[in-house]
């Protein structure tokens, strides 16, 4: 799995190397600084803020996963307790609330994924020279 675009969205590491982290704080639900993304990749120096508004598609990403989860609950609900729609609201609700800032950091993760490709030579130790 290392090596995989995949590796680098479950374990928010940068995306070209899979060595250095992504975000700040390791910490989803760190309210204050679930956002903050280092400027660059500590290992690689692969840059990490590519231009201003680069997230903004990310935002599409969020909302594919979000009814991924609400088409996800639905099912649950549907063959395990028998279709309720106040039950799926309020699970549905209950759980994006809580989910929502995870759902952001890997929605930005898949976004940058998609632009930059891994690369095995980055992902070597540094030498020092």
Known sequence: M?????????FNK???CHKGDFFISKNPFDLENFTKIHDQCSHC???FMK???????????SYGLTI???????LINYFISGFSEITFLISFSVLALLLWTWIFRKARLIWINLFVKF???S????TKI
């Open 68 to 74: 991924a989860l609400g088409v996800a609950l639905f």
């Open 2 to 10: 290392k090596n995989t675009k995949l590796y680098s969205v479950l």
């Open 14 to 16: 940068c995306p070209r």
């Open 123 to 126: 992902a070597k130790e540094k």
């Open 119 to 121: 690369d095995k030579d």
């Open 51 to 61: 231009e201003i508004g680069f997230y903004y598609g990310s935002m599409y990403v």
């Open 45 to 47: 120096g692969e840059r």
